[in-house]
């Protein structure tokens, strides 16, 4: 919290803050903050109103989804989802339960590998790689 905002919320801080000041001072910031407080209510009426109609709007396509017989997941299927682009494996091992583990050889080393290569003292560059 700013100390402004502390001084602000605060009505022994602010009396201390307006002892130096004239009346006519103390008015002025006192209309600009009302007119600070009707600029905010205004904006959180308006966002209100706005998310409000986006509720709407969802609800009339949900009910016309419904009377159509079309499932959320019908539409999931049809759109192209913007997805992260999937890395394929660059490196496999085999633990020694037999698990076959694959790693692309990006970002933080798994667990499971690291203790490959520090068992064998052998760096990444000498695991098995997939063909």
Do not use: H
């Given at each position: 919290?700013?100390?402004?905002?502390?001084?602000l919320?605060?009505?022994?801080?602010?009396?201390?803050?307006?002892?130096e000041?004239?009346?006519?001072?103390?008015?002025?910031?006192?209309?600009?903050?009302?007119?600070?407080?009707?600029?905010r209510?205004?904006?959180?009426?308006?966002?209100?109103?706005?998310?409000r109609?986006?509720?709407?709007?969802?609800?009339?396509i949900?009910?016309?989804?419904k009377?159509a017989?079309?499932?959320?997941?019908?539409l999931?299927?049809?759109?192209?989802?913007p997805?992260?682009?999937?890395?394929?494996?660059?490196y496999?091992?085999?633990d020694a339960?037999?698990q076959?583990h694959?790693w692309?050889?990006?970002?933080?080393?798994?667990v499971v590998?690291?203790?490959?290569m520090?068992?064998r003292g052998?760096s990444?560059?000498q695991?098995?790689t997939?063909d």
């Open positions: 919290m700013s100390d402004i905002i502390k001084i919320t605060r009505k022994n801080s602010l009396r201390k803050q307006c002892q000041l004239s009346a006519l001072d103390i008015e002025k910031i006192i209309t600009d903050l009302q007119e600070i407080l009707v600029e209510q205004e904006d959180e009426a308006r966002r209100e109103a706005e998310e109609q986006r509720v709407e709007k969802i609800e009339k949900r009910l016309a989804m009377e017989g079309i499932d959320l997941a019908d999931a299927d049809l759109v192209d989802a997805s992260r682009k999937v890395v394929k494996a660059k496999v091992i085999t339960e037999g076959q694959e692309s050889g990006r970002g933080r080393t798994p590998f690291q203790e490959y520090s068992a052998i990444k560059d695991l098995p997939l």
